[in-house]
């Protein structure tokens, strides 16, 4: 059989293969004949019972996450334990017994299905991707009801490809070490789930469509969840291919942890200090596991994509709190809000603003806040605030005096505060932010699609590699400020050595690419790094640099892979552009 290419949404990055072990709803008794009215009372106790045990067992399961450091992950399992707790969902689960007949299964189905199509139905798509963990609640719940437990519904035997149409946040966080890739039907990549998946490393594609319904069980599939595809009935050369990659990144990960206290330096002697981006406590870990310094980039915003007004302190204090705890002693970056763009939580719908222009127009009050409690949870860290999407000196200084009234309110120590670089406006002004900053940072995203011209929302291809924008690049390193580049070029082989080229001082990571990163300074000459972002600055285009660091890419790229075998192939020249 021909293979199949199944087209979903990245939802957790990675590749794996596996058997399909699909997971379905045991509703079959939803078209049985009604309950006789003397067994009515009996299954709607039997009903209460199910969803009882299910918050019973998920109040274990996140009880164990959180003894286990995975708070992030418990906070999220412990929403589905009051879920299963709601009277309003128990009232209408014991309406769907006595009054309609239906079994236990099928009305604790039924309920959460109408609970989630409520919440689905809300204009908003973040708010409505929460309609999965309801429906995730009710399978989980009417399982129990089923068959008296849920234990091994989720335990698939060998390397399995979980597929479902939606999974939440406790099925994912219980998977064992034989679930290596997730597809689901529907779902989201802002859903908990897919969150957790991320933070478990486990690739996942979610809003793959009715073609997962064709499936049969057992069936092999490959699972891109960098690329959002599944591929159905694989070649064999596919099937191959995963493994490679999944074996790879094992031993990327060991020995990431192995080297972990060799220090960023490169042989002739610069010093790259490698941090990590992280949302949660679980990043955090993961990357200090793998010897990141501290955190470069703490993203706030993530946390309240969902709210209808400003948080106060006091939620930020909450969401700050178990992060910086993780990060004592060390670099502790707080990026204030970075709303807008593909970031607009549900309040501020409509608003054309972004990053800190958005948090001076709209709410100083706001951003003060969040500076006091950043102030007073990262008492026992390095902590740096950093300033979104600085457009000119006049926001830096704005934000510096509410800085200065943070400082006096708590009795903190100043942080080192920081201008994020994103626009080719700031750019320019690099010299001018460098004076009323003590540190720069890039984000490469942001710069590369504003320098080029490309929709960074509308998925426009642009690469940071382009002559245009390391232009920009060396004018922020020039400005005589610490330099920090966080977007994700600080871990793309082909620019990495472009940036040690032009004098960047820290790389700040995803958690899975801190060890790789540093593994690369450690392979990369500072002096022929810049050597060739000399000539990358006067090059006529984005060809013609990639021509120019090819070789040093291709290291990089084998230094990864591990393939001691393969030296060859640095001399190919053959570099896949990395999208920034």
Known sequence: ???????????????????????????????????APQERAGEAARAGAALAATADQLAALAAGLRAGGRDDEADLV?????????????????????GEGLAAPAAIAAAAGEQADLIAAIPDETLAARADDVRSLGRRAARHALRGDTAGALHAAGDAVLVADELG??????????????ALVRGSATAHAAIVARSLGVPMVVGAGAAL?????????????????????????????????????????????????????????????????????????????????????????????????????????????????ALRGRPATVRVLDFGGDKTPPFLRGTRARGLALLLEQSPAALAAQLRAALDAGRHTRLRILLPLVRDAAELEAAGRLLDEAVAATGAPRPLLGAMVETPGAAVRAAELAARADFLSIGTNDLTH?????????????????????????????????????????????????????????LSVGAARVGTVRAWVRATRHDEAHAIAAAALSAPDAGAVERLVSRAASRLELLERGDAGAEDADRLGRVVPVRS
């Open 1 to 35: 059989m021909a293979e199949r290419v199944i087209a979903g949404v990245p939802a957790a990055p990675g590749l794996a293969t596996g058997h399909a072990r699909l997971l379905g709803t045991p509703v079959a008794a939803a078209d049985a004949a009604p309950l």
């Open 169 to 182: 946040p406790a099925d994912v966080a219980e998977l064992d070490d034989d679930v290596v890739a997730i």
């Open 450 to 506: 504003e320098t080029l011209g490309t929709d960074r929302f509308g998925g426009d291809e642009a690469v940071t590699h382009d002559p245009r924008v390391l232009r920009h690049i060396a004018a922020c390193a020039g400005a005589g400020r610490p330099l920090e580049v966080c977007g994700e070029a600080a871990s793309s082989p082909l620019t990495v050595p472009l940036l040690i080229g032009l004098g960047v001082d820290e």
């Open 213 to 325: 319904h064709r499936l049969e069980d057992g069936a092999r599939l490959v699972v891109d969840g960098s690329a959002g595809v599944a591929v159905a009935e694989p070649e064999p050369a596919r099937v191959a291919g995963a493994r490679r990659a999944a074996g790879r990144r094992a031993a990327v990960r060991e020995r990431a942890i192995a080297d972990r206290d060799l220090a960023a330096v490169t042989p002739d002697g610069r010093r790259i200090a490698v941090l990590a981006n992280v949302a949660g406590p679980a990043e955090v870990a993961a990357a200090l596991r793998s010897g990141a310094e501290g955190a470069g980039l703490i993203r706030t915003e993530l946390a309240f994509l969902d709210a209808t007004a400003w948080p106060g302190e006091a939620e930020h204090r909450r969401m700050l709190s178990p992060v910086l705890a």
């Open 78 to 98: 412990d929403t589905s334990v009051l879920m299963a707790a709601d009277p309003a969902l128990l009232a209408r689960v014991q309406q769907l017994v006595t």
